[in-house]
C-alpha cells in the first residue's frame, strides 16, 4: 500500500524554466492538496481539488497550475518558475476530514 | 532533509519526561482538531485528533486537551523518547476541508 507518493524529491532547476511537480495516491480519496512550506510560514495552501476536473485556489495560487484529469493524480505546474518559489511542497489527500501528506519535494529555483 | 523551520520555538526535554506542546487556534467555528508530527525531511504525519465537542482524547502516549473557552489545544507526550524529537504542529479544521495550519514547535529530546 503505498499511500502518497510525490515526484521528484529533489528539483534544481533555473528562474523561467517550467517544472511539474507530480503527486499519486492510492486510496481513491475525493480531496487533494497542494501545500508550500517555508521558514516562518508553516503550510501554505497553493490549490485544492475536490473531484476529478474539479480544482480551486488555495491562499497563495498565483504562478501556479494544476490539473485533475484522474482521481489518484494531482500534478503542480510552475509555468516560470521564479526565485521566490524555492520551498518545499507538500501533497495531500482527504476523503473526511484527516488530511495525509506525501513525503514531499524540495525545490530550488536558481 | 528539508528543514522545516530554523526559527521555531524549541521545547527541550529530558530523555523520559513529559512534554506538552501547546497550540492557540482562532476560528471558533473549527470543529475538528489535527495534531500532527512532522520528521526531517519527511511530510506531516498523522498523531491524533480532536472534535470539538470533546475535551480530552488520549492514544498511545499522547493525550490531547481542548479548551474552547479560550481557543487552546495540548498535546501531552508521555515518556518522551529520541524518535519524539520533530515539529509538531495543530491543524484546526473548520466547515470541511478548511484547514488551517499552525506554525509548529519543534520537540529536542535530550539524552
Known amino acids: 500500500d503505498a499511500g502518497i507518493t510525490q515526484s521528484p524529491r529533489y528539483k534544481i532547476t533555473e528562474t523561467g524554466r517550467q517544472v511539474t511537480l507530480m503527486c499519486h495516491q492510492t486510496w481513491s480519496h475525493s480531496y487533494m492538496f497542494w501545500y508550500r512550506q517555508d521558514l516562518g510560514h508553516g503550510l501554505r495552501l497553493i490549490y485544492y481539488s475536490a473531484a476529478a476536473d474539479i480544482t480551486d485556489k488555495g491562499e497563495v495560487p498565483d504562478g501556479y497550475v494544476v490539473s485533475r484529469s484522474k482521481t489518484e493524480n494531482f500534478p503542480l505546474t510552475l509555468e516560470s518558475a521564479t526565485r521566490s518559489q524555492t520551498s518545499v511542497y507538500f501533497c495531500?489527500?482527504?476523503?473526511?476530514?484527516?488530511?495525509?501528506f506525501g513525503p514531499g519535494t524540495r525545490l530550488t529555483v536558481l | 532533509g528539508e528543514s522545516v523551520g530554523l526559527h521555531l520555538p524549541t521545547l527541550s526535554v529530558q530523555e523520559g519526561d513529559n512534554s506538552i506542546i501547546n497550540c492557540a487556534y482562532s476560528?471558533?467555528?473549527?470543529?475538528?482538531f489535527i495534531w500532527y508530527k512532522q520528521e526531517s525531511g519527511k511530510g506531516p504525519q498523522f498523531i491524533i485528533d480532536?472534535?470539538?465537542?470533546?475535551d480530552k482524547r488520549q492514544g498511545q502516549r499522547v493525550t490531547v486537551l481542548l479548551n474552547k473557552t479560550v481557543k487552546h489545544l495540548s498535546l501531552q507526550i508521555a515518556a518522551t523518547q529520541p524518535g519524539d524529537s520533530a515539529v509538531y504542529f495543530c491543524?484546526?479544521?473548520?466547515?470541511?476541508?478548511?484547514?488551517?495550519f499552525g506554525p509548529g514547535t519543534r520537540l529536542s529530546v535530550l539524552p
Open positions: 491543524a484546526e479544521i473548520y466547515y470541511g476541508q478548511n484547514f488551517v
Open positions: 495531500a489527500s482527504s476523503e473526511s476530514d484527516t488530511q495525509y
Open positions: 476560528n471558533s467555528a473549527s470543529d475538528y
Open positions: 480532536i472534535r470539538s465537542n470533546m
